[in-house]
């Protein structure tokens, strides 16, 4: 069942996903080497609750964190820790949620720690890049498959792959409704996207291989031959006037 938001519930989730786009902001003006990826979770949670909303992710599904911390050839879904120490060159995948007046934000950032390898650096622009022809999809009357071609066209014609197993989603007074939003698929195909619409477009694009692996932690997830992978993800309501992107990495560039 696919839930079509009013133009009042659009502007509650723009406040969560403005809300998320600071904290992921805040969280990235932390990022250095030699923090721990725990330190940046306690960051983002204060900030999230000195803001009024409670941290999407803490409890989801029994998930132990504020945020997830994914870094290098961890895909998404990384648990912070005390343990987990950022060195010069690594990427980290930064996923946030806040969960403010019934509905949910959920945005995500690939940052670079420090100075980054030149593929590596592709591979985090290009798969910006992915997310920006996406949301390029997002009309009154193309198809979620639009979407999906559009970011696999992008990523594969810059030889890199597109991660099956996980796909974006509708946004809502729940985290994750329908309809999915994958990041591979045909034209044309897919639900139909009407105003009221509101999705997560998320590109989890990896340099190597597209094959994944699921830890023993029960979360993490992994590239299989251990390359980078990279993720960034928008929250997007469909208008009739086309796609309004409810998220902003403003404060995280600028
Ligand atoms: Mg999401
Ligand atoms: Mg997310």
Redesign the pocket.
Known sequence: MIYYKTGEEIEIMRENNMLVSRTLAEVGKHIRPGVATLELDKIAEDYIRSHGAVPGFLGYQGFPNSLCISVNEQVVHGIPSSKTILKEGDIISV?C?TVMKGFYG???YTFAVGEIEPGVRKLLEVTKECLYKGVEQVRVGNRIGDIANAVQNHAENNGFSVVRELV??G?GRS??EAPEVPNYGAKGRGALLKEGLVI?I?PMINMGTRQIVFENDGWTVRTKDRKPSAHF?F?VAVTKNGADVLTSFDYIEN
Request: glycine share 14%.
């Open positions: 996923d949620g959920d945005s995500a974006g989603h946004l985290m994750h997560c998320e993800e929250a």
